[in-house]
């Protein structure tokens, strides 16, 4: 194997999506991650992609780059791994219970204004008339037509694919990992693969992906907490239904959306609970009350829950994107299924002095 020049920490999208992008620009990288693929907050996600409506800052337009280049991302993805990633169109509905919401969206729609045809209000009864299993609490729709809808662990094992295609090591499940930080931005690396052989590179350019874990390697390298990220939970859950919709639905900071066989998944997005990945009965009775609060079901049946931490950037928004040691892409609270794969490209394209027009699709 060729000495990798770049080591990405991290087998989420983020981390896959950078090790792609360095590939494709002929630079040799591998991956490493202690756990198993899928087990960060990727493999935990929803996959929800809505576009800002009306973008206008730099980070609501790239986020607009991002929902308009992923129908494209996923059809190379597919072409790459010979794999059919999971991708569908669907309308975001924001439901209404309050009068205070109703107002609220009643504000979006002028907001919005006339010329803005893929979003529009939709009063109680209207609603009911389009999706007739929601419930009577529901006062108003707010319908966002231009979302689409990504399976998770689908993008990572195609990501996975094209890496062990393109002959990037990618080393899950390592053990002991040793960093010891040398001169010029580039670290000594030593750790025990899968099969307990210990691997050692004496000198390659760290990348940290790590999502919420980012903390804990920039302590090994004694720059924390200079780059303070904190992991937020969210939890899931997935319940049989008898009935399916094709939308997705936002209520009161949850998301509810239906996979085939009438499975319902509602999840949170803001449980300040830190660094926990435990399951909470209290938290999924309350996911199950936001699931009857939009639906008319009297009963449903648990088939599963689950959690993931996401990792949120204190003191600001966004997400870390460092080109200088320690370089850093992390820190996607939110959004980072659909970001990340173009945040990614800015990353590689700043690494290797490429232009971002250079990585069909998400240019600039
Ligand atoms: C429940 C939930 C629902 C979500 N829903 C959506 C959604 O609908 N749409 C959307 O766009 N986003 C959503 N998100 C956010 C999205 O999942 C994240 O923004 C995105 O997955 C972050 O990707 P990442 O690669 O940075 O992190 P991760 O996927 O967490 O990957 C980080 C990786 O680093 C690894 N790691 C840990 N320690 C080390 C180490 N020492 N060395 C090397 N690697 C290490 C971890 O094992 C992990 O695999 C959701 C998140 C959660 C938790």
Not at 61 to 76: I, K, M, N
């Amino acid at each position: 194997m060729k000495k990798p020049q770049y080591c990405v920490f991290g087998a989420g999208i983020i981390g896959l999506c950078v090790a792609r992008r360095l590939r494709q620009a002929g630079v040799s990288v591998c991956v490493i991650d202690p756990r198993d693929l899928g087990q960060g907050a990727t493999g935990a996600s929803a996959g929800l992609l809505e576009p800002p409506m009306k973008p206008r800052s730099p980070f609501q337009l790239a986020r607009h780059a991002s929902f308009e280049g992923y129908s494209q991302f996923v059809e190379d993805l597919n072409r790459e791994s010979q794999y059919e990633i999971e991708f569908q169109h669907l309308p975001h509905v924001h439901l209404a219970l309050t009068d205070e919401e109703v107002d609220k969206f009643k504000r979006w729609e002028s907001a919005a204004g006339s010329e803005e045809q893929s979003a529009f209000w939709l009063e109680a009864q209207e609603a009911t008339e389009r999706w007739r299993q929601l419930s009577s609490q529901v006062k108003g729709a707010w319908v966002h037509d231009r979302g689409a809808w990504v399976y998770p662990p689908d993008l990572l094992w195609a990501l996975k694919t094209v890496l062990e295609d393109q002959d990037v090591p990618l080393y899950l499940q390592i053990q002991n990992l040793e960093i010891e930080p040398k001169t010029d931005g580039q670290v000594q690396l030593r750790f025990l693969n899968s099969s307990q052989s210990e691997i050692q590179f004496d000198s390659v350019i760290p990348i940290l992906c790590a999502g919420a874990w980012t903390p804990a390697i920039l302590k090994q390298l004694d720059l924390f907490p200079e780059f303070e990220i904190q992991a937020i939970r969210g939890q899931m859950v997935e319940l049989q239904a008898d009935f399916q919709i094709e939308a997705i639905f936002h209520l009161e900071n949850r998301y509810l959306y239906f996979r085939e066989g009438n499975r319902l998944l509602i999840g949170a997005t803001t449980e300040e609970a830190g660094f926990d990945e435990n399951i909470y009965s209290a938290e999924t009775d309350s996911l199950l009350d936001t699931a009857s609060k939009a639906f008319s079901i009297d009963s449903f049946s648990v088939l599963n829950t689950w959690c993931g931490l996401r990792p949120k950037v204190l003191r600001r928004g966004g997400a870390w994107l460092r080109t200088e040691f320690p370089i850093l892409l992390a820190g996607h609270y939110k959004n980072g299924i659909l970001g990340g794969p173009r945040d990614a490209d800015l990353l590689v394209s700043k690494l290797t002095g490429n232009p971002l027009e250079s990585f069909s699709p998400f240019k600039e």
